[in-house]
């Protein structure tokens, strides 16, 4: 890799501290369309980074504090959420993803989702990079979907019928992942409670070149039913599918907008997440069933219990996957994003970004 240049510290900065000067990164600015450039195409490479990132989680070499969520009394569907995070490996950088969620502004014409990334060096505590998030988020949530849809299919039948609950960018990255991983659908099912959506993301599957036939449904029972495999990706802020007896043919559940599920649905499944302590906490349909039954005993494990065989899934159930989203994925894609920039020596810096580097003037 290309390293990135430096500001060396005046000595009298760190005189009291060390005898060693430490240098300041210069701060860099990576734009959307930069972060796509890099991104596109690579579905594989990243979902081995994010299968990665998962086992280096797995194995404590991580901090991934719970979310803050910044919520507004006069605008309840709205939403900013704080994701910082550190990881080790061979990534160590330290970071936050700032990413907003305003669903009014579909009307508007504009995405629902911001969001930036901040990267931190791991020695000076200096950010060093700024990065448009959106595309990152997305990417990883997308990567992450497909590695569990190969992961916890495995020793089943692969599902050959895809549903789509929520036809947003989400559901639209998850299905360039899916495909971009070598899965392909004889049927597709699309429902969105807008229909203007849903004939948007029709459009969007028959140019991306699939042989599947396209069914928009009317209903989401009709869905369901007809899905081996279901990808919740709404922004449902509540369970709004509560009838187990929808999900008896055993398929596998893509529960990636997290509150889709009631908690009936839940406990009659077997049920993987990312991570246990974060996935029970802001009223997702798992954080529901816990405080239903009082216990946990409904989760099996995390997607890394499942890759390390720690955790086998069984067939003849349905099998959800609820990933709360940890901001070591954004870490992880948003410092192979900056690596990338720099190697194309197309990085923007913003000169003289940090000024006061004299302890005294």
Known sequence: MTSRPTTTVPTDVTASVTTEPHPVPPFAVISGAQVQQV????????????????????????????????????????????????????????GLKWISSFPENVRAGIPRASAVLILNDRDTGYPFACLESSVISATRTAASA????????RGRTRPTRVGFFGTGLIARYIHTFLAGNGWSFDEIGVHDLAADSAAGFRHYLERSGTTA??????????????????????????????????????????????????????????????????????????HLAEQLTGDRDFLQGTLDDVMAGRVTVPAGRPVVFSPFGLGVLDLAVGKYVYDEVVRSGELHVVDDFFHELRRYG
Do not use: M, Q
Request: aromatic fraction near 6%; glycine fraction near 6%; charge should be negative.
């Open 213 to 286: 036939r396209i069914t928009v449904h009317d209903g989401a029972e009709e869905l369901i039913r007809g899905s081996d495999l279901v990808v919740f990706a709404t922004v449902a802020g509540e369970p709004h599918v509560s009838d187990p007896t929808w999900f008896s043919h055993a398929p596998l559940v893509l529960h990636v907008s997290l509150r889709d599920l009631a908690p009936e649905v839940i406990l009659a499944s077997t049920n993987i997440v990312d991570d246990v302590e974060h996935c029970l906490k802001a009223d997702t349909s798992p």
């Open 39 to 94: 991104l596109a195409g690579r579905e594989k490479a990243i979902v081995d980074l994010v299968e990665a990132t998962y086992r280096l989680h797995g194995a404590g070499d991580s901090v991934n504090p719970p979310s803050y969520f910044l919520r507004f009394p006069d605008r309840p569907s709205s939403r900013i959420i704080a994701l910082p995070a550190s990881i080790g490996g061979h990534v160590r950088v330290d």
């Open 146 to 153: 497909a590695l569990a849809a190969d992961r916890l299919s």
